[in-house]
């Protein structure tokens, strides 16, 4: 633990706080302010260094923090004042929690001793239900530890931290502190021991494995020691969604593993007999509820030892740093002189090159574009060096597909818990947190709806390079393909909205509307010369949209 101070300097606690702020590195600020906030915010905003960028909904405060947060590989950090302006924050916080992103919330609250305060909820309780970590700010004596105790606990535990702060406090005088907690090193080396022992025998034995990397194995010093074990043992590479293109460009990466799979990796799915996973979660959509590795040998190694099991029970389970587990199983097939298994150059090079090519057959009515054309051709436009974001429905599957990323940390996850309309904060967070980077935010008519459209006043004022692709078939897609599948009336499925085109403008961005090849070419060519946000409405058809299955 680290504790400083800075002479006698004596401030008032909101003033005192902001300046931890500024000295735990946070020089982006996301929020609304209220009542028991205001102050802060305030003494923030003057600090040399420090940006407050206010939102225009709560939700998308937090959401904005996450985003940023998972950019960047730093502490997002967010504040609202108390009561509604917290519980408006809920499904944000439990989308933080789901995804293990870590996020300090400064929250205000109404003083203890105010029972009838119209603000007044239990903040405690509320958070707790979310699954987030709750710190209260006790007061003048222990507001250092209590700030410093926020910010270690968002980065040990990966998740979103909220720390509670009576509005009778801000006043209060005090003397500034700083404490700042070590935190510990996570690099892990595998012991010896029977389960690393179990783990090796079971590589040393596939005739054909296949090794999947998650998020949790997206850094470079992994995804280098996983192709050096790829190549010693000749596996074939796969990644989860959230750790898409890790290995973009090698020529033995199949894609994504799992319901996502394109026909190469199904192919080497199915003919394999062992996977090793590193940093990956093995949830019902990596594994299909557990079908994709039936009558397969699974060796999990995962940093977090409650990530073992958690989804899948493995033959092999091992806590530890993935690059260093991966030179480890290296090096004691070295000295068991272990041959490679020659599966993916051999029988698996021949079942890949019988594959099949099939041509899709565009599908759209009359004034509407064809999806995956569409998001092709504008994936083509837009610089590489991308962030992407994409919004919940049932349109993920083609923009997942159309749109690469340079690495898995420019991926912006927003569906870990399945809800609509959290993809525009975070698009605008991932801006903030990397200027210079195009952020392309793919989200259906219904979930920008719900986000939000007046947020994009936010982009605009904060002069963000964003572009917002709408995938508009006029309909909530999920409840739309029910409706049909079943003979019913999809009627209470559609929406007249408002042209999102003409919105978009009156809050100063750029947009064009797509209803046809002219419409797309105009789009294209918007993109290029874009100084502004960009907002392009795709016109679909929604019978012409194939369904996501859960």
């Known amino acids: 633990m680290k504790a400083a101070g800075r002479g006698n300097d004596q401030l008032k606690l909101h003033e005192a706080v902001a300046r931890n702020l500024s000295d735990h590195d946070v020089d982006l600020l996301f929020g609304l302010i209220g009542d028991a906030n205001l102050y802060l915010v305030d003494a923030y905003s003057r600090l040399p260094?420090?940006?407050?960028?206010?939102?225009?909904?709560?939700?998308?405060?937090?959401?904005?923090?996450?985003?940023?947060?998972?950019?960047?590989?730093?502490?997002?950090?967010?504040?609202?004042?108390?009561?509604?302006?917290l519980a408006n924050t809920v499904t944000a916080l439990i989308e933080g929690v789901k995804s293990s992103v870590p996020v300090v919330l400064l929250a205000g609250d109404t003083p203890a001793e105010d029972l009838e305060h119209l603000q007044k909820i239990g903040q405690k309780e509320l958070i707790a239900a979310t699954g987030a970590g709750f710190v209260p700010l006790r007061g003048a004596a222990t507001y250092a530890e209590d700030v410093g105790t926020a910010f270690r606990r968002a980065a040990v535990e990966r998740r979103p931290i909220v720390l509670n702060m009576p509005s009778n406090q801000q006043w209060d005088d005090v003397e500034y502190r700083l404490v700042r907690h070590k935190l510990p090193d996570l690099r892990m080396i595998v012991p010896e021991s029977s389960d690393l022992d179990e783990a090796i025998g079971i590589i040393a034995a596939a005739r054909s494995p296949v090794i999947l990397a998650g998020r949790g194995a997206a850094g470079p010093q992994a995804r280098n020691a996983l192709k050096r074990l790829a190549d010693r043992i000749g596996a074939p590479l796969m990644t989860t969604l959230r750790g898409r293109d890790l290995f973009k460009g090698e020529s033995h990466a199949l894609g994504i593993f799992g319901t996502l799979s394109a026909p190469e990796g199904v192919e080497a799915i199915a003919a394999s007999d062992c996977v090793i996973a590193f940093g990956a979660s093995l949830n019902r959509f990596t594994t299909s509820k557990g079908d994709l590795l039936k009558k397969k040998r699974v060796v999990q190694v995962d940093i977090d030892a409650a990530a073992i099991g958690r989804h899948i029970m493995p033959d092999a389970g091992l806590v530890g740093d993935a690059a260093l587990t991966a030179d480890l199983f290296m090096r004691w097939l070295d000295e068991a002189e272990i041959p490679g298994s020659g599966f993916r150059d051999g029988p698996l090079a021949d079942r890949l090159a019988a594959i099949p090519t099939i041509s899709s057959t565009p599908r759209n009515g009359p004034e509407t574009v064809d999806l995956p054309t569409a998001l092709t051709a504008l994936n083509d436009a837009i610089p590489e060096d991308r962030l992407v974001t994409t919004d919940a429905g049932r349109f993920l599957r083609y923009a997942w597909a159309a749109f690469p990323v340079p690495a898995p940390q420019s991926f912006i996850f927003t569906v870990a818990i399945g809800s609509i309309g959290l993809g525009l904060g975070h698009a605008i967070g991932a801006a903030a947190g990397s200027p210079g980077r195009t952020s392309v935010l793919i989200a259906g008519d219904g979930g920008l709806m719900l986000s939000g459209l007046t947020e994009l006043h936010t982009a605009v004022a904060s002069r963000l390079d964003l572009v917002v692709i709408v995938c508009n078939d006029g309909s909530y897609g999920a409840e739309h393909v029910q409706f049909v599948e079943r003979g019913m009336d999809p009627s209470l499925s559609l929406f007249d909205w408002p042209d999102f085109a003409t919105v978009a403008r009156a809050m100063g961005a750029d947009a064009v509307t797509v209803a046809g090849e002219d419409g797309l070419s105009a789009a294209i060519k918007a993109i290029g010369s874009r100084n502004k946000p960009l907002l392009i409405d795709l016109k679909l058809d929604p019978d012409a949209i194939v369904s996501m299955r859960r």
């Open 49 to 85: 260094g420090c940006r407050f960028m206010p939102a225009t909904h709560e939700a998308l405060a937090m959401q904005m923090a996450l985003g940023y947060a998972q950019v960047t590989g730093r502490i997002g950090v967010a504040t609202v004042t108390h009561g509604a302006a």
